[in-house]
């Protein structure tokens, strides 16, 4: 653990370093995470040892999808949705479900899964993550409607997907594991407690027994996150989805609250993904990637190159995209953290192809971090203006639109 703790603040330290150069180039610091876990595990280095059972190991990736689904939570407003829903509602009305459905087909015929396990690993590889587009979400020359597009899309997704995970997962453990009423109370419990603790705790803060010092502000939030969890936890509520609710609920009836927690909740919710990213690289090994097989390799390319760019084509037909807008979104469907623990979780069911699909899930989010966050600072460059010509042009353009001067001498041929 120590160990551990060491490497992390090692490289966050170097994260911290570089994040301006980061911002700037093709560097990206949650590749940076990974590959840092991937080299210092055991199957290169040996310098971080865990194990895909280890209780750390799933704690962390519990902690950190409950803080990412909270604080996702919190950009999904019913309100903010309301306000700009047509394109969002595209992507997740259509685009999600066609996703799902293509990298199901492709497990299916190239890898060879039965069906209920190709749903489940279409559901895992579906959720899209921010983090890496952000020179392409950040980047104000981007169009705001492809921006919102994707915040709200990669926001939401997470938590829309996750019932199709865990129905898929209960499903592919067999029939007599299977109880559905079980798992729909479940859900519904996760929902209930989602909503009511934020709004017990709002409500009660709006009464004239209770005021909030700005100093504490940051802290409700925080404070109503943890109630969830120990709630969910103590009730066996679904926690992710208690999380999700309870993020919304938030963002829909406490503006000022989410406003004090939106700074200090990304960075903690950034901390802990980063952990957990560290982790998943540890995982990895030269071995581990070997015995994918190329049949897992293919599927990992085309599961990037064909389902999200197909569902997103289809999805956007007459939607008043340009070309650029639409190959934007059609390429950036980064698979990222949520995909990582969906993934721990299918590895730790115990299910009959639980190795396999974690292996290819892997393949397919490293290829995705390494391919994503190496190209939204290219494709974002292309919605900037005056990258498109070089300084040199828009001068020469400038000078040859000054009027000719009156006093200059005529010369053969010119008109008087």
């Known amino acids: 653990m120590t160990i551990l703790l060491t490497v992390f603040a090692a490289l966050l330290l170097l994260a911290v370093l570089l994040s301006n150069l980061a911002n700037r180039t093709i560097l990206s610091t949650a590749a940076l995470f990974l590959v840092g876990g991937f080299l210092l595990g055991d199957g290169v280095t040996g310098v971080v040892s865990v194990k895909p059972g280890d209780a750390m190991v799933s704690r962390l990736a519990e902690l950190a999808l409950f803080a990412v689904l909270f604080t996702d939570g919190m950009h999904a407003g019913w309100r903010d949705l309301r306000s700009a829903w047509r394109l969002p509602g595209r992507a997740l009305g259509w685009g999600l479900p066609l996703t799902l459905l293509v990298t199901a087909g492709l497990a299916r015929y190239v890898v060879g899964l039965g069906w209920v396990e190709s749903l489940l690993i279409g559901a895992i590889l579906t959720p899209t993550d921010p983090v890496f587009a952000a020179a392409l979400v950040g980047n104000e020359r981007v169009p705001p409607r492809l921006r919102h597009l994707l915040n709200v899309e990669s926001g939401v997704n997470d938590g829309v997907v996750l019932p199709f995970v865990v129905l898929f997962l209960a499903v592919a453990q067999g029939s007599h594991d299977l109880h559905l009423g079980e798992l729909a109370g479940e859900l519904a419990l996760g929902v209930v407690i989602g909503v009511a603790v934020p709004w017990a705790a ?183 203006d005056e990258r498109e010509v070089p300084a040199w042009f828009g001068k020469a353009r400038t000078l040859a639109r000054r009027p000719a001067r009156t006093d200059a001498p005529a010369m053969d041929g010119d008109s008087p």
């Open 202 to 384: 709002i409500t009660l803060e709006r009464t004239r027994v209770f005021a909030i010092s700005p100093k504490y502000e940051p802290l409700n939030a925080v404070a109503i996150g943890l109630l969830v969890l120990a709630l969910s936890q103590a009730t066996h509520g679904n926690l992710f989805l208690a999380a999700f609710a309870a993020g919304i609920t938030v963002a829909s009836i406490g503006d000022r609250h989410r406003e004090a927690f939106e700074d200090f909740g990304e960075l903690v919710a950034e901390l802990l993904k980063l952990a957990a990213l560290l982790v998943f690289g540890a995982l990895l090994s030269p071995a581990f990637l070997g015995d994918v097989g190329w049949r897992g390799w293919a599927f990992a390319v085309l599961a990037l190159v064909v389902a999200r760019p197909v569902a997103i084509w289809v999805s956007f037909l007459r939607s008043g995209l340009t070309t650029r807008e639409q190959g934007a979104v059609m390429w950036f469907g980064p698979k990222g953290f949520a995909s990582v623990v969906y993934g721990l979780l299918v590895l730790e069911s115990g299910i009959s192809a639980a190795g396999k699909i974690f292996h290819l899930v892997a393949v397919t989010i490293v290829l995705s971090i390494l391919a994503h966050s190496s190209t939204d600072i290219v494709v974002a460059r292309g919605f900037d």
